[in-house]
């Protein structure tokens, strides 16, 4: 999505050789226009796959993936991250470390907004080592449901999650693949 790199280059902050900040227009604020366009090529790329709810997890992903809802006509779940330990029967809960706050926190999904007959469209915002995206495709898994695939906004190719995640046979589409952020400079994959 080329209009999504170009504001990347433009209003990215490349931290260390690890993180780009992408609170101008993913993390902190959000664009409306360029939000919804990235639901447009979201909903463009899984046509046809009979998606019937659109799953994220809070909170940055939760934009994007309200957009692909809109789209796609279908509901949205966000799994929430919870701040306690005690178990709740009525949820599908699942431990995941946090790639940005160095913190383990759990994820957790009501039963009550997925079941065995939906067809789910995952969508994350950024994925880098893969785990929250692992988290809450076990979440799937286990109440039955079909993933019909994850879409990001920002796959960092240079890292294992993406990888990692299509060897499990998922169908993972990135918006934008970054290769590379040495020595400060964004570097896109063509
Ligand atoms: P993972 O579990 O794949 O290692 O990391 C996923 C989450 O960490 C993403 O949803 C995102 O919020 C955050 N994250 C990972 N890498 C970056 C980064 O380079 N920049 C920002 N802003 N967030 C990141």
Do not use: W
């Not at 019937?52 to 909170?59: A, H, L, M, Q």
């Not at 799994?79 to 709740?88: F, V």
């Amino acid at each position: 999505m080329e209009v999504l790199k170009q504001r990347i280059l433009q209003e990215g902050v490349v931290l260390s050789d690890q993180v780009l900040k992408l609170d101008a227009l993913l993390n902190h604020q959000v664009d409306p226009g360029l939000t919804m366009e990235m639901g447009r090529e979201f909903a463009r790329r899984f046509e046809g796959a009979g998606v019937t709810r659109i799953v994220t997890v809070e909170s940055s992903g939760i934009p994007a993936a309200f957009a692909t809802a809109v789209e796609m006509n279908v509901p949205l779940v966000f799994a929430r991250r919870k701040k306690t330990l005690l178990a709740d029967p009525d949820a599908y809960c699942e431990r995941v470390p946090s790639f940005t706050k160095g913190i383990v926190t759990d994820i957790m999904l009501s039963r009550d907004f997925i079941s065995a007959e939906d067809k789910v469209l995952f969508i994350d915002d950024i994925i880098a080592n893969g785990d929250a995206a692992r988290g809450l495709i076990k979440i799937i898994q286990r109440s039955g449901a079909e993933l019909v695939g994850l879409g990001v906004v920002v796959e960092k190719s240079f890292q294992p999650g993406a990888r990692a995640i299509r060897e499990q046979g998922v169908r993972l589409e990135p918006l934008v693949r970054i290769k590379s952020l040495s020595g400060g400079t964004i570097e896109f994959e063509d």
